[in-house]
């Protein structure tokens, strides 16, 4: 099956869903909102696959990029639904990603001086 095919697909199965069920709308900010779910799902399979390659748990740097990226996409959808649950979820999860990355690459900026 090729991507084309597959594209038809999907694109019919999200038809047929708003055609049954008229609330069920693909715009663009629903399409963003997955875009950030993905992007916040990709952290975990980034994980994963760094703690399987290593046989022990870790952390890559790209688990912090990817948990920015989807926290503030999710955060922007959250804002423009309207949701204060979804809002308050994913309110300050970027400080946090931030201070981590923060502390990654002060690590690195005084592990390569020393060297």
Request: proline share 3%; no cysteine; hydrophobic share 55%.
């Amino acid at each position: 099956m090729d991507v084309i095919s597959i594209f038809g697909v999907v694109t019919d199965f999200f038809r047929d869903l708003s055609v049954r069920y008229p609330k069920f709308q693909i715009d663009f900010w629903v399409i963003f909102g997955f875009l950030g779910q993905l992007m916040f799902t990709m952290r975990f399979i980034v994980q994963w696959i760094a703690s399987e390659k290593r046989k022990e748990s870790v952390i890559p740097v790209a688990f912090w990029y990817f948990s920015l990226a989807g926290g503030l996409i999710l955060l922007a959808y959250a804002v423009r639904q309207m949701d204060p649950v979804f809002i308050a979820a994913y309110l300050l999860n970027p400080i946090i990603y931030l201070r981590n990355l923060y502390f990654i690459y002060r690590k690195k900026a005084k592990n390569t001086s020393f060297h």
